[in-house]
């Protein structure tokens, strides 16, 4: 008898622990009642579940595999089975256990779950189709109806239908994310992003209007915000040419108010600024674009109207008196990496960057990782604003990051040759050339071959540029075949050569909206 209380106070004490979520001392409970009595099957699937909690997946096995000796019948020892060897890295144990779980019955809360870790599991090894079966299998057995509304549950469908570029399906959970979580900011941004290329503007800007009602917890969100509202009316600019002023206008407004917000940061200053650059130049008022976007970059973290007051470190701007050798390109390399590092270790840049990089290497076989930053969406900015008393704060020195900086070269390289100032342009090329945004290091490839024949270079230097600039292109092309950024810049450099039957051959292989774009590209040659 003393035995029989014994097993039940210890049973007593691991549940209430368990409850408490004391896990350690739970498993040391429940110990105590396998050691008097091994083939206690409450007692083992309890200690298997504890042992998953605390991560001793390999305790976990042992207790699971016991349970399916003692009640070898019952598929809800083979699920639990199934997960240990899941959380074992051992997935074709886990999908083994999991079929001899269907086949045996499962209880019925057990049974939805099941069908969410198989979904996991061909998830996991990039098999969508299989993984959205078992998710539907998943609510449908699910009386409670429960688990389909978990914010786990749907962020796991968005990601499929993202994969699987199901973007109608994909937007459906984005909704129901928000919806089931709405205060989480990041909910309506996907969401958004979502709408945005769905071209559902009246949508997006009702989602914004929501995320900063319910989901907004700082300035970084709002400055997010006033971003996401001007990229709104940029979008509808150039699907409403009737009203292109009026929507960049808006744009602009969209961002004023933040650009001067006493209260947001340097960085945000910055971010702000190279957004409402892009804008002038989008809205084609060059002049606008190129004064605005040198005055920040020759003051960084500072508003127009504050560049009267001297900044404790200015960045110099590029001028016909700097000589762009290979020494001034190497610094300018070195300080663009000691800024990314820099930028990761402050927070500015996911730490996570490399997993999009793509890796090269230089003539000495050295590493070089070509990294492809996503553009923002630029806004704009409003007329001169009182100047407030420089702070200390403002006078400690700042370093621009280097997507804003090189954001801005290519803001003035494009007004410069919308301009047909072809010298001023080319005072930027050499260094966005060197970027580290795939995008911005092409342009920068592409326009340099351009603007040495726009600047009437001898004819030897001009042919040598374009063949190094093709061949550039055609490797980068061959080495990734849907590489179609490469593939349209080798395409007008072939074109503007006059080589017009290699560009449409090359225009040809592409998506209709590129193959269009190349081929109006090529009669503006010939006009």
């Given at each position: 008898m003393a035995d029989a209380?014994?097993?039940?106070?210890?049973?007593?004490?691991?549940?209430?622990?368990?409850s408490n979520q004391n896990y350690e001392t739970a498993l040391k409970y429940y110990?105590?009642?396998?050691?008097?009595?091994?083939?206690?099957?409450?007692?083992?699937?309890?200690?298997?579940?504890?042992?998953?909690?605390?991560?001793?997946?390999?305790?976990?096995?042992?207790?699971?595999?016991?349970?399916?000796?003692?009640?070898?019948?019952n598929g809800d020892n083979y699920f639990n089975y199934g997960n240990a060897c899941f959380f074992n890295s051992d997935y074709v144990g886990a999908l083994d256990s999991y079929v001899e779980a269907e086949k045996r019955k499962c209880s019925e809360d057990v049974l939805p779950r099941m069908y969410y870790q198989m979904a996991l599991l061909f998830s996991s090894r990039q098999e969508t189709d299989n993984a959205l079966i078992y998710l539907r299998k998943c609510e449908k057995a699910d009386s409670t109806g429960m688990i389909a509304l978990t914010k786990e549950f749907i962020s796991e469908k968005l990601k499929i239908y993202m994969i699987n570029r199901d973007y109608v399906n994909a937007e459906k959970s984005a909704a129901q994310l928000v919806a089931v979580d709405p205060t989480v900011y990041r909910n309506y941004a996907v969401y958004f992003s979502l709408?945005?290329?769905?071209?559902?503007?009246?949508?997006?800007?009702?989602v914004l209007d929501d995320a900063e009602e319910y989901a907004v917890t700082g300035k970084d969100e709002l400055v997010s915000i006033s971003l996401q509202r001007a990229a709104v009316e940029a979008a509808q600019a150039e699907n409403d040419p009737a009203n292109r002023d009026a929507h960049y206008a808006k744009a602009i407004e969209a961002l004023s108010d933040k650009y001067a917000d006493p209260e947001i940061t340097k960085l945000q200053i910055v971010q702000l600024a190279a957004e409402i650059g892009d804008l002038y130049f989008k809205s084609g008022k060059y002049d606008e674009a190129i004064s605005w976007t040198e005055g920040h970059l020759k003051y960084p973290g500072r508003r127009l109207a504050e560049m009267t007051q001297a900044p404790a470190e200015p960045e110099p701007l590029l001028d016909e008196n700097v000589v762009i050798d290979d020494e001034y390109l190497d610094q300018i390399a070195q300080r663009d990496m000691d800024m990314i590092q820099e930028n990761i270790d402050n927070g500015f840049i996911g730490d996570d960057l490399g997993e999009f990089a793509e890796v090269e290497y230089d003539d000495d076989g050295n590493e070089i990782r070509q990294y492809d930053l996503s553009e923002i969406i630029p806004e704009e900015k409003p007329a001169a604003e009182e100047v407030k008393p420089v702070s200390e704060e403002d006078n400690k020195p700042f370093t621009m990051p280097t997507e804003f900086r090189e954001k801005m070269y290519f803001t003035l390289i494009s007004s410069y040759l919308a301009k047909d100032d072809f010298a001023g342009a080319s005072g930027y090329v050499a260094i966005l050339k060197n970027s580290d945004n795939k995008y911005y290091k092409y342009y920068g490839m592409y326009t340099e071959a351009l603007l040495s024949r726009k600047l009437n270079e001898p004819a030897d230097k001009v042919n040598r540029k374009y063949s190094q600039a093709i061949a550039y292109f055609r490797n980068k092309s061959f080495a990734d075949p849907k590489d179609t950024l490469a593939a349209i810049f080798r395409a007008r450099l072939y074109a503007e050569e006059g080589k017009a039957a290699k560009a449409e051959e090359i225009a040809n292989l592409l998506a209709e909206e590129d193959r269009n774009s190349v081929l109006k590209y090529m009669e503006s040659l010939r006009s």
């Open positions: 209380m014994d097993i039940s106070e210890a049973r007593y004490n691991a549940e209430l622990a368990y110990q105590i009642v396998l050691n008097q009595n091994p083939a206690d099957l409450q007692a083992l699937s309890r200690a298997g579940a504890v042992a998953v909690v605390l991560k001793k997946y390999k305790d976990a096995l042992n207790y699971f595999a016991k349970a399916k000796e003692v009640d070898p019948d709408l945005m290329a769905s071209k559902d503007y009246d949508t997006a800007v009702r």
